[in-house]
């Protein structure tokens, strides 16, 4: 059975940088959306960036320009850097597996369409 482990989170100061990284362990299915979703207490979780295998990804308009969103397939990782970080970034960051490719739902950014989630990691923006 596969699992996703996040790492990466940690406090930092409003316009700093920080990169996520989450590996797959086990089963890869050969067709996947993977993507980074976070929240923030009291908040709905929401979707922050997504890619599949053939690298097309989707950002959320907020983080649009600041964040960018990888994969590396040798080391089954995902990655999500993180520059010019704001106070609103701040939330528990997840990364989530599909087995279907990320355009085959009509919002790619939405969090109930993922059914495979790691644990988390905490990232804390601070002014």
């Known amino acids: 059975q596969e699992q996703l482990a996040e790492s990466g989170g940690d406090s930092v100061q409003a316009g700093g940088s920080l990169r996520l990284t989450c590996v797959t362990v086990?089963?890869?299915?050969?067709?996947?959306?993977m993507g980074w979703f976070r929240q923030a207490p009291g908040k709905e979780r929401e979707g922050v960036a997504v890619i599949d295998t053939v690298g097309e990804t989707t950002y959320a308009d907020s983080v649009k320009g600041r964040f960018t969103i990888s994969q590396d397939f040798g080391k089954n990782a995902l990655y999500l850097q993180m520059n010019n970080l704001v106070l609103e970034d701040s939330a528990m960051y997840y990364c989530?597996?599909?087995?279907?490719?990320?355009?085959?739902?009509?919002?790619?950014?939405?969090?109930?369409?993922?059914?495979?989630w790691g644990q988390g990691t905490q990232v804390t923006v601070s002014s």
């Open positions: 086990g089963y890869i299915h050969r067709a996947f959306c």
């Open positions: 989530a597996r599909r087995s279907d490719r990320c355009g085959s739902v009509a919002d790619p950014l939405r969090p109930n369409t993922f059914y495979t």
